[in-house]
């Protein structure tokens, strides 16, 4: 709320107060139709507001279900890479069945990719 939201928000309170310590409790007090017009146009404002906090809340909702689907793969990655890593010997051993390894590792990376792993 700038300075002058401010001013013109303080001037309404002020003579809703003076009124009411003529008036009482009364349903109906005289307002400039300038107060009107400002009250309504801030009622809007604050509407357009909530519109758009919605639509960021529902944006931050989509972005931290696609954080957690992609935290997911990254920890499906992690442990096929660790699995492969540790599991499989080095290229010195000589029984190495290269082979049938290379394909266990594709198998490995295929159920991982698709989420099965």
Request: glycine share 2%; aromatic share 10%.
């Amino acid at each position: 709320m700038n300075d002058k939201d401010k001013e013109q928000l303080q001037a309404i309170k002020r003579h809703i107060r003076e009124m009411r310590e003529i008036y009482g409790d009364v349903k109906v007090i005289p307002y400039p139709t300038a107060w009107i017009d400002y009250l309504i146009e801030q009622v809007e404002k604050v509407e357009q507001l909530q519109q758009e906090n919605e639509m960021f809340k529902a944006a931050l909702d989509e972005s931290a279900k696609a954080s957690a689907t992609m935290q997911k793969k990254i920890g499906r990655y992690a442990k096929v890479i660790e699995e492969i890593l540790y599991h499989y010997p080095t290229p010195i051993d000589e029984e190495l069945d290269y082979e049938k390894a290379y394909n266990e590792v594709k198998e490995i990376a295929k159920r991982a990719w698709e989420g099965t792993e």
